[in-house]
Nanobody
Framework: QVQLVESGGGLVQPGGSLRLSCAAS????????MNWYRQAPGKERELVSS????????KYADSVKGRFTISRDNAKNTVYLQMNSLKPEDTAVYYC????????????????WGQGTQVTVSS
């Protein structure tokens, strides 16, 4: 059974930092790319950052470049999102995603999603 469990969200003041973690289980984590998405109230879910299976290829949304850092530890089956210089517009539920692909020989067109963790940036 695949599980993605996010943690690390919370309330932080503008300019502050948070580190999100996503612990994965139930699939061969080290061979799959991983994503972080977010969804703010009344807005569509947006891709924040992606990391390849080895960690050698990384992408960021323009809105978070220079402030957020994605990383992974394949030995711990965990992907991280370090968020610095947070702004009120970063307020959203952040989701960990294992993207569409083959998992244990079965194609999963939606991939897998965590339950989300709330990040609120407010003074």
């Amino acid at each position: 059974q695949v599980q993605l469990v996010e943690s690390g969200g919370g309330l932080v003041q503008p300019g502050g930092s948070l580190r999100l973690s996503c612990a994965a289980s139930g699939f061969t984590f080290r061979i799959h790319p991983m994503n972080w998405y977010r969804q703010a109230p009344g807005k569509e879910r947006e891709l924040v950052s992606s990391i390849s299976s080895s960690g050698s290829s990384i992408k960021y949304a323009d809105s978070v470049k220079g402030r957020f850092t994605i990383s992974r530890d394949n030995a711990k089956n965990t992907v991280y999102l370090q968020m610095n210089s947070l702004k009120p517009e970063d307020t959203a539920v952040y989701y960990c995603n294992a993207p569409p692909g083959f998992y244990s020989g079965t194609y999963r067109p939606l991939g897998y999603w965590g339950q989300g963790t709330q990040v609120t940036v407010s003074s």
